[in-house]
């Protein structure tokens, strides 16, 4: 069974940090772009971040930019959100999402058609 599973949400205060782990199980990961998604009630999902299949290659939206870091582990089938200096703003439920991904040397694009999605992991950050 293919799937995607996000862990690592929760309730922290603000300036606090946690790391979202985004685990495949089902197929491999090595041919994936992999991205992460937030979701906060009453408005859109919004691109976060993504990791290219290969080199390493990222992006972030503005808003996260030198607080957020993302990065793989093939080995492990895993991809990691690393969530520092948190802001009530980022409250969402995140997700993480697979993005078959031909050649090893193309781009992750965030608005890209991802194929695979978790089912979601919940931040909050208040006090």
């Known amino acids: 069974q293919v799937q995607l599973v996000e862990s690592g949400g929760g309730l922290v205060q603000p300036g606090g940090s946690l790391r979202l782990s985004c685990v495949a199980s089902?197929?491999?990961?090595?041919?994936?772009?992999i991205g992460w998604f937030r979701q906060a009630p009453g408005k859109e999902r919004e691109g976060v971040s993504c990791?290219?299949?290969?080199?390493?290659?990222?992006y972030y939206v503005d808003s996260v930019k030198g607080r957020f870091t993302i990065s793989r582990d093939n080995a492990k089938n895993t991809v990691y959100l690393q969530m520092n200096s948190l802001k009530r703003e980022d409250t969402a439920v995140y997700y993480c999402?697979?993005?078959?991904?031909?050649?090893?040397?193309?781009?992750?694009?965030?608005?890209?058609?991802?194929?695979?999605w978790g089912q979601g992991t919940q931040v909050t950050v208040s006090s």
């Open positions: 999402a697979a993005d078959l991904v031909y050649s090893p040397s193309t781009r992750c694009r965030i608005d890209s058609e991802y194929e695979y």
């Open positions: 990791i290219s299949r290969s080199d390493g290659r990222t």
């Open positions: 089902g197929f491999s990961l090595d041919y994936y772009a």
